[in-house]
């Protein structure tokens, strides 16, 4: 195992966490997409959900699913209403609704650490059931919204993944049920700011589809990872004002051709594996093609052979990972990435640019793709942390809107991580390092 | 579930001739049922005594007392489950073997977790239920070791037909706890671990 040759810039720093009254295996976590909360997926056939105020426990949503609840997400874009799915073992997937009209002082009154029993006193306070989604024959391993919320991605051991589509409230119709992989689906993922649909699986490669004449069909296939796939997520839209790139002054030539071809490839997708690896793939720009924008106005019968996509893997992240990474996620804010997985560490890598030696790039060398031959810019581990949930293994790692008292301004964020201790932690990146005693 | 006895004729070792200590057993059953170290931290599991009473009379740190859980633990844990389709215990079949089974210590300094490697040796190259049997050891010492402990559980090269399938499903934590959840195979599981207490 050989570590950085640099010191660690940041460290991860314990800010809280989230204990929930059992201590049995919570899977996964998923931050609100406007407000201060988190949900969390229980092997106790529960979701919970929590304050990131005030770190407390809100709500217990028990009842609906017969066996451990796997994966939450929350449905963007509605207003004066919270709308959750839940993806469970039972092989079910759950829709619950809760009016948040009234939901300031709803933070206010609560006691801290409610336990979520006094929510059964006031019943329109609770998270509603309101419909089932069946249709997978075995377990739902993973399920994700579109971010426009009109589509609902489920997936499951049955090797299928299916994209549904809300009509009206709770009237959800089976648009597709795409069957390429060979194995588990684990994970389903829609790309920011187009209806494209990544999914990672047992079988050990990576499918994206996209529709294509009324019919959801594959437009790319992943190979590069040599076990399954854990998990899939896409980089939030826009990335290059925010992230390394942001800072345009004193770029190379060939730098800000770079910037420009991330610009027209889209979002990036991240990949992490059982075979202890993270990857970084990116969309070939097409031909002439102004944006990544949908191939509207083309005839279809064109558009069919259009359609696929060319993924290319631009990078490897650093392997510091000794056993499979189970997690992996981008900041919208800044672009670093976070990982985790079995062996109960927490990486945070970052992207820059890569010291060029003097003699070395041509500008001519546009034969060959640059991000083969010498990529401009390089992932580095910036901090690491060992036993992030004691000796337990680490199910999930995201990134949330920092909420509670100390924050500084609108983009600081938290990282959430969720273990087989039941608990979901929430720490904060900050400048400073750690010297490791030798 | 109807088995079929894949293999009606395995060979069966003699018990003295398994391997042990040459002394009181190791595994100490724990009557209390208290976990000394880790205890408090997780109630719900019955754990080993981790750091295994071992004169500690020069040392008062428990830190260094950690690795003290050896291969020859690891075999008593496991070679007392029963066959699923046989009527005697995966050590006398040779199933699971003292030399198949590695503990690797925990591969840097910042970190407290151990691996627990074991190899089974299916009965025959087809056996049916490898994965069953895999299934059985991982569930058993998930059970019984403290969750420092990392559990590896493989076919042994070249014993079984489709060894690479089985050792996939045997690895996925997802699938192992589904699989958990299902109620005929748990049946199936405690019945293979009834004789381990």
Redesign the interface.
């Given at each position: 195992?050989s570590h950085p040759q640099e010191p660690l810039s940041s460290i991860l720093r314990p800010l809280s966490t989230l204990s929930p009254p059992s201590?049995?295996?919570t899977w996964q976590s998923a931050p609100h997409p406007n407000l201060p909360l988190v949900a969390t997926a229980c092997?106790d056939r529960t979701v919970r959900v929590y304050s990131l105020t005030s770190f407390t426990l809100l709500h217990t949503i028990t009842g609906g699913h017969k066996?451990?609840v796997?994966s939450v997400s929350w449905k963007p874009g509605v207003k004066g209403q919270s709308v959750l799915a839940t993806g469970s073992?039972d092989a079910s997937a759950g829709i619950w609704r809760r009016d948040e009209r009234g939901v300031e002082e709803d933070f206010t009154r609560r006691r801290a650490g409610g336990d979520g029993y006094e929510d059964e006193e006031e019943d329109d306070d609770d998270y509603q059931f309101s419909c089932i989604l069946d249709g997978h024959e075995?377990?739902i391993?993973s399920l994700s919204w579109s971010p426009s919320g009109q589509f609902l991605a489920t997936c499951s051991?049955d090797k299928s993944v299916w994209i549904w589509e809300e009509l009206e409230d709770d009237n959800f119709e089976t648009i597709a049920v795409l069957q390429e992989h060979d194995g588990?689906v684990?994970c389903v993922a829609w790309h920011p700011e187009e209806d494209l649909l990544a999914s990672a699986s047992?079988d050990d490669t990576v499918r994206l589809y996209k529709e294509d004449a009324d019919d959801w069909v594959q437009v790319a296939q992943l190979n590069n990872h040599g076990?399954?796939v854990w998990w899939v997520e896409f980089e939030g839209s826009g990335m290059t004002k925010k992230n390394f790139c942001a800072q345009r002054d004193g770029l190379t030539d060939e730098q800000a051709r770079h910037i420009e071809l991330l610009e027209r490839s889209g979002p990036r997708l991240a990949t992490c594996s059982?075979d202890c690896t993270v990857r970084i793939w990116r969309r070939e720009p097409r031909e002439g093609a102004e944006k990544t924008s949908a191939n509207t106005g083309i005839p279809s019968i064109i558009r069919s052979m259009a359609i696929d996509e060319d993924w290319i893997q631009e990078a490897v992240l650093p392997q510091q990972h000794?056993?499979?990474i189970?997690s992996v996620s981008w900041s919208q804010k800044t672009g670093l990435i976070a990982s985790a997985g079995?062996?109960?560490?927490i990486l945070i890598y970052k992207e820059r640019w890569k010291v060029q030696a003097s003699n070395g790039v041509t500008a001519e060398d546009q034969d060959t793709p640059m991000t083969e031959k010498s990529p401009l810019t390089e992932w580095v581990v910036i901090a690491e942390l060992?036993?992030a949930h004691?000796?337990?293994?680490i199910n999930h790692v995201c990134w949330a809107a920092r909420s509670d008292k100390g924050r500084r301004n609108d983009d600081d964020e938290v990282i959430l991580s969720t273990g087989?201790?039941g608990e979901v932690k929430v720490w904060v990146l900050e400048e400073g390092s750690v010297i490791?005693e030798t | 579930m109807d088995l079929d006895k894949d293999n009606a004729n395995p060979t069966i070792l003699n018990p003295s001739d398994l391997p042990s200590r040459h002394r009181e057993s190791a595994v100490k059953k724990r009557e209390d049922g208290g976990t000394g170290l880790f205890h408090d931290?997780?109630p719900?599991y019955t754990y080993l005594s981790d750091p295994f009473e071992q004169p500690v009379s020069e040392s008062d740190s428990d830190d260094d007392s950690v690795e003290d859980i050896d291969e020859q633990e690891i075999y008593d844990l496991i070679s007392s489950i029963s066959d699923p389709e046989h009527p005697l215990s995966l050590g006398s079949l040779a199933v699971v073997n003292l030399p198949d089974i590695h503990i690797l210590p925990p591969?840097?300094p910042?970190?407290?977790?151990s691996t627990v490697l074991v190899e089974v040796t299916p009965t025959i190259t087809h056996c049916s239920l490898a994965t069953v049997i895999g299934l059985g050891v991982r569930v058993r010492l998930e059970q019984a070791l403290?969750?420092?402990f990392?559990i590896d559980v493989r076919i042994k090269k070249g014993t079984h037909s489709t060894d690479e399938a089985v050792n996939?499903q045997l690895?996925?934590?997802?699938?192992v706890?589904?699989a958990l959840?299902n109620g005929t195979l748990m049946g199936v599981l405690r019945k293979m671990l009834s004789t381990c207490e």
């Open positions: 195992m201590n049995s295996r092997s066996r451990s796997r073992f075995s377990e391993k051991r588990d684990k047992y076990m399954t059982d000794e056993r499979a189970y079995s062996d109960g560490k060992f036993s004691d000796v337990f293994e087989d201790d490791p | 931290l997780i719900q591969t840097s910042y970190s407290s977790i403290p969750p420092r990392r996939k690895g996925d934590k997802e699938r706890a589904a959840e």
